[in-house]
């Protein structure tokens, strides 16, 4: 940054001086009261005088401020700074200013701002990941899909430059969505956000092979070495060559990764079968805990190759999906089971996230919880996209820079939050019932209130009332509470209605108790609907069950 005027003299600088400002991802978000993290790196062969502030969008208030006055001998070399701004007002659409009114040039580099208040103090931020941990998720995958690919290899995601100190990162361009990234959001942080919500990490590695360009199998092994590094950095001691590296990143106990994906959607390409099988016995021979995902489908016939898990991706209409509730009926009971790790309704059902598309993905998923013997694990896809860049539509949660929302996909999601380590009870529908009805039902226990419950789930599709007569049997008289029960309903008034930054919750779920609750009762549907009944099982007559 050249300063051209002066704070004296005939070339005299405005008021509040000159520079750079930078807006960030369409606005910052500054709060009244709130403080931020402001770090850069400074170099000038003069002395400085310059302004750190946050302003308001319109760069005409200074929401806070503070300064970095120092002589040429101190910041001669590399410099790094780092202040706490407490801001004095509130811009949702702030922008961080470097102001200067001495002639000279200085050079900024990797300047940062970042909340004080994160996500279990690790830099995530709280709303959003307060919205994950809502969903209670049993893993996370990462770094993403195509991501992990890239339309070519150079632009591959590279776990190894994406940790150590941020500044030292040089970052990538994301090919395949068009964007470049710091990388400030590297292997290693995926690994703590996994930490932080108590779940398992899933992590997704580039096998030599993108869109457009593969390594043969016989040249693969400096990529398997390197992943076999990944290892060491995520689950090694602290003093090993790469466990030291993650210890000194603040992190000496080894993370807990269990499973990997060899590749994302590369069953078809020329070299992935062989160069999936040295990395899979490379893998096994080190780590023979890890359980490996391969990317060839094995839910029809079986795989021609080892693995432990399959990965099953599919993105099609609301109809189409809803009709795939049997998909996995007739798959081999031995054998992989399936991870079906990217699903969702897209085109022009879903919008950016309708009611309609949740009510197809709410029929596919208790088709894949009533196969759970054969489906280990399912997560939509894509989670997250800030409404001001979408690159793909929908997302379960969208943001800005300071507000956020589910989609009704999203709410779906919460219906099979309890899912996870629950038992699956079987369910018999009458022959004779509408093909837009699909149910399922587990029994759970809850956290919260100490509870046991039943859980039926009903997805109505159609466009008629419908009316549900629940019959359990095999229960003892009076296992089912007549009050503690509650019916919880998805549902809107049109088939294409969304959610908004205005109205939020326009398409949430809607609960209401339940009296009279036994094991005999019966529930009315709404028109393409979810309907969720929990009936609360009496302590002393559950454990019949």
Sequence with gaps: ???????????????????????????????????????????????????????????????????????????????????????????????????????????????????????????????????????????????????VEGVWLRNAFPWRQSIGPWEERPGHFGDVWGYWTDDGLGFYEFLQLAEDLNTLPIWV????????????????????????????????????????????????????????????????????????????????????????????????????????LYDYHIYTSASNIFSMVHKFDNTPRSGPKAFVSEYAVTGTDAGHGSLLAAIGEAGFLIGLETNSDVVEMASYAPLFVNANNRRWNPDAIVFDSWQQYGTPSYWVQQFFRESSGAVLLPVTIQENATSALVASAIRWSSLEDGEDYIRVKAVNFGSSLLTLDISISGLPVGSIRSSGSKKTILTSDNLMDENSFDKPQKIAPRATAVENSGTDMNISLPPHSVTVLDLQLDHVMHSAI
């Design 205 to 308: 590695f580039n096998n030599g092979i993108s869109h457009t360009d593969e390594v043969s199998t016989s040249t693969i092994l400096p990529f398997i070495l390197d992943i076999l590094n990944g290892f060491e950095f995520a689950r090694g001691p602290s003093n090993s060559t790469w466990g030291s590296v993650r210890a000194a990143m603040g992190h000496p106990d080894p993370f807990n990764l269990k499973y990997v994906a060899i590749g994302n959607e590369d069953c078809g390409k020329q070299y992935y079968r062989g160069n999936y099988i040295k990395f899979y016995y490379a893998i096994k021979l080190a780590y023979p805990d890890i359980q490996i995902i391969s990317n060839c489908d094995g839910s029809s016939t079986p795989l021609d190759h080892p693995a432990d």
């Design 1 to 147: 940054m050249e300063t051209l005027c002066d704070s004296e003299g005939s070339n005299q600088c405005p008021a509040g001086g000159v520079g750079v400002y930078n807006p960030g991802y369409w606005g910052m978000n500054i709060e009244e009261g709130e403080s931020y993290h402001v770090v850069l790196w400074v170099r000038s062969t003069g002395a400085v005088n310059l302004s750190i502030s946050f302003t308001s969008s319109d760069g005409l208030n200074i929401l806070a401020a503070s300064s970095i006055v120092a002589s040429s001998f101190e910041i001669q070399d590399w410099t790094k700074k780092e202040f706490i701004l407490k801001a004095a007002a509130t811009d949702h659409y702030a922008r961080l200013s470097v102001t200067s009114s001495k002639k000279g040039i200085v050079w900024l580099d990797q300047i940062s701002a970042m909340p004080v208040d994160t996500f279990k103090g690790h830099g995530f931020r709280k709303g959003l990941a307060s919205m994950l941990a809502d969903l209670k998720p049993a893993f996370i995958r990462f770094p993403g899909g195509c991501f």
